[in-house]
């Protein structure tokens, strides 16, 4: 481009220096000259900006695939975690439900209560999302509308399920804490105490309200954001 620039400036230059030519015919090779280098800087300007913008959406193309993917496997994570919440639930209701007689019979026949562990961390992935955003390529993403529900999904919803899954992780230490305080006494007491059974029951309600916020928060956005992508890669 610059050598096209230079070779019709020096056109309009020699154009200048004709003394065989008259000032009309000069001024007329000169506006053609000055045609031609802006309709070339136009031209290249815009082929760039095309080449650029291609460029760019290839990119959305490849990081929302990449996306699909990781939100399939969200959904596998979240039954996942479901499932899990509900299993320890049921069991940690059948520990509070146990009577003294029960627990008597129980420890008489030399056997133990079994109390359920697992405790929940980062489930869901956010690894392809993090570096398009922090490449500051987000804005790459033409559709408004599937942009923002990108945004609130990994802004939102994935940060609050994170949230809720380390307090139940928390309050379940608060357990294995009054555990270690009752070392010394008979296994039995500490399964018919208040304080112990109270917050045995906290750690139901916490487990209830997480499958709360992933089957009526974080799955439908991300079921609904699978069938924009789709859309969107389907165009």
Not at 93 to 117: G, H, M, R, W
Not at 186 to 200: D, G, H, I, M, R
Request: charged content about 30%; aromatic content about 10%; overall charge neutral.
């Amino acid at each position: 481009m610059q050598e096209e620039i230079t070779k019709h400036s020096n056109k309009i230059y020699k154009a200048v220096k004709k003394s065989e030519h008259t000032f009309g015919e000069k001024v007329k090779e000169i506006i053609i000259e000055i045609f031609i280098i802006v309709f070339a800087v136009t031209l290249s300007i815009s082929l760039h900006g095309w080449s650029e913008h291609r460029h760019q959406q290839k990119e959305v193309t490849e990081f929302l695939a990449n996306l699909k993917n990781d939100l399939k496997s969200d959904l596998e994570s979240i039954d996942r975690e479901v499932d899990a919440y509900q299993k320890t639930n049921k069991s940690y209701e059948k520990i509070l439900a146990l009577t003294t007689s029960q627990l008597d019979s129980i420890y008489n026949s030399k056997s133990k209560v079994n109390f359920p562990i697992h405790s929940h961390g980062q489930t869901l992935s956010v690894g392809n999302y993090e570096g398009f955003k922090s490449s500051g390529k987000i804005g790459y993403i033409e559709d408004e509308k599937l942009k923002q529900k990108i945004l609130n999904y990994y802004q939102i919803y994935v940060p609050a399920a994170t949230e809720v899954d380390k307090m139940y992780t928390d309050f379940l230490f608060k357990c294995f804490d009054k555990t270690i305080e009752n070392a010394d006494k008979p296994e039995k007491e500490l399964y018919s105490n208040p304080k112990y059974k109270k917050t045995v029951e906290y750690l139901v309600m916490l487990g209830k309200n997480n499958i709360r916020v992933y089957n009526e928060n974080t799955k439908p956005l991300a079921v609904e954001l699978i069938k924009e992508i789709d859309k969107a890669l389907n165009k």
